[in-house]
């Protein structure tokens, strides 16, 4: 069973950054990839960000690429979301979560985080 805590969200204005962290726990970090996801109110959760477990590759959605840069630290059992540019519509609660397929984790990952809000004023 793996846990994961999301962290970093917050009300930020249009234009600004944050950053969200995800740190994992009750697994071997390192043999999963991990991604990020996000829902938004009234719509259903979509795909953000994914990066496999050496950290050699990421996928974006096309709503962020160029915008938001997702990143791991195995040795903190952590990966990362840079979110730059934020724009109303990034404005969802964003969950963390693992699985140990690449490809899994991009569509039905087997562990998810309970969520963090992030906002995002105009």
């Known amino acids: 069973q793996v846990n994961l805590v999301e962290s970093g969200g917050g009300l930020v204005q249009a234009g600004g950054s944050l950053r969200l962290s995800c740190t994992a726990s009750?697994?071997?970090?390192?043999?999963?990839?991990m991604g990020w996801f996000r829902q938004a109110p009234g719509q259903e959760r979509e795909f953000v960000a994914c990066?496999?477990?050496?950290?050699?590759?990421?996928y974006y959605a096309n709503t962020v690429k160029g915008r938001f840069t997702i990143s791991r630290d195995n040795a903190k059992n952590t990966v990362y979301l840079q979110m730059n540019v934020l724009k109303p519509e990034d404005t969802a609660v964003y969950y963390c979560a693992a699985d140990l397929l690449v490809s899994s984790v991009k569509v039905l990952p087997d562990y998810w985080g309970q969520g963090t809000q992030v906002t995002v004023s105009s």
């Open positions: 009750g697994g071997t970090f390192s043999n999963y990839a």
């Open positions: 990066i496999s477990d050496n950290g050699g590759t990421s």
